[in-house]
């Protein structure tokens, strides 16, 4: 039994890095959310991506970071009461920071 557990847990580490281990990335983005048509920040926007946990949200001044970002096309989606989802579609390069701004239309 002990030589079973063991080829089976040997079997799924070989398989692992055949397919590859899937890559880190250190990506960071950041960024400022705003009222549409004004320059007012907004506060307390959830910032996330789309299709994983990763989340945060702005802060009094409306500037987020995000990091611990996969490398590659991500979504964000960004999220507040009273105001219009939005979604933006952007590359995030491999240990790179990405500078963004965002505007969120009132409902």
Known sequence: MKWTILLFA???QTATFANGAPSKSNAIIT?????????????GVRVSIVGTEIFTFS?????????SVPAGNVQLSFSLVSFEKNKIQ???????????SMELSPR
Do not use: C, H, R, Y
């Open 10 to 12: 040997l079997f799924i």
């Open 31 to 43: 960024g400022v959310v705003t009222e549409s048509g004004s320059t007012e920040t907004l506060a």
């Open 59 to 67: 802060d009094k001044d409306g500037k987020f970071e995000l990091s």
């Open 90 to 100: 952007l590359t995030a390069a491999p240990n790179q920071k990405t500078d963004m």
